[in-house]
């Protein structure tokens, strides 16, 4: 079963925007080696992945060290720290903070639901 209580649909012109676990998504497609989700909203009909509007989406990094940055970040660890120990360029962390800011409150659940044992 597809679990859809954590995401919402994302258009901001839609009725149902931002309302989890609302009942409007279905999962018609998956996409990548990962069978990425395709989400569907039933209110407003539009599709989205269901990585976008995390700060994993459209990341150059592979789930586990973008997961890893971002633990370490959400630790308190400084960005040049992070980096050495996760073994990525400096400006890589700069840009995950900077999408993690946006959305900092669901962080948590995020790198839950991404982390790498979920396969
Ligand atoms: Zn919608």
């Given amino acids: 079963m597809d679990d859809l209580s954590r995401f919402c649909c994302l258009n ?9 676990n609302h009942g409007n998504l279905t999962v018609p497609a998956r996409y990548g080696l990962n069978k990425t989700r395709v989400l569907r909203c039933r209110t407003c009909k539009t599709r989205f992945s269901e990585r976008k509007g995390t700060p994993l989406f459209d990341a150059r990094l592979p789930p586990e060290k973008a997961t890893a ?8 660890v400084g960005t040049r720290k992070t980096a050495r120990l996760v073994g ?10 900077r999408r993690a800011g946006r959305h900092a409150r669901e962080l948590h659940d995020e790198l839950v639901a991404f982390s790498p044992d979920d396969h």
Avoid: F, Q
């Fill in 88 to 97: 990525v360029h400096a400006n890589t962390v700069t840009r995950y903070i």
């Fill in 69 to 76: 940055v971002l633990a370490h970040v959400a630790e308190g």
């Fill in 12 to 20: 901001s012109d839609c009725p149902d925007h931002g309302k989890r």
